[in-house]
């Protein structure tokens, strides 16, 4: 989790309570099964990525519009 992730969540005790307690990877009955439905409804995959960038140090810079994320990636990593 990034520190902006853990002081957001540190500020908000509701918000981290309701996510450890959440089930992120379930699968609910849904219309379609669509990639967007399916990652509409699941946190942990990407929601309408709109951009990508690669930086000199070879970083993966990928933005998120519908849920306000940033995702880094860095070479060789198993984190991301």
């Known amino acids: 989790l990034s520190p902006w992730g ?3 969540l540190g500020s ?3 918000e ?11 699968v609910v009955n849904l219309r379609s099964q ?10 942990k995959y990407f929601w309408s ?4 960038k690669l930086d000199e140090d070879e970083k993966i810079y990928v933005t ?6 940033l995702q880094v990636y860095r070479k060789n990593s198993t984190l991301g």
């Open 49 to 52: 990525p709109i951009s990508i």
């Open 6 to 8: 853990e002081e957001f």
């Open 64 to 69: 998120e519009r519908n849920r306000h994320r």
């Open 34 to 43: 669509t990639p967007h439905q399916i990652s509409s409804h699941i946190e």
């Open 12 to 14: 908000n005790p509701d």
């Open 16 to 26: 981290r309570r309701a996510r450890s307690e959440a089930d992120l990877d379930s």
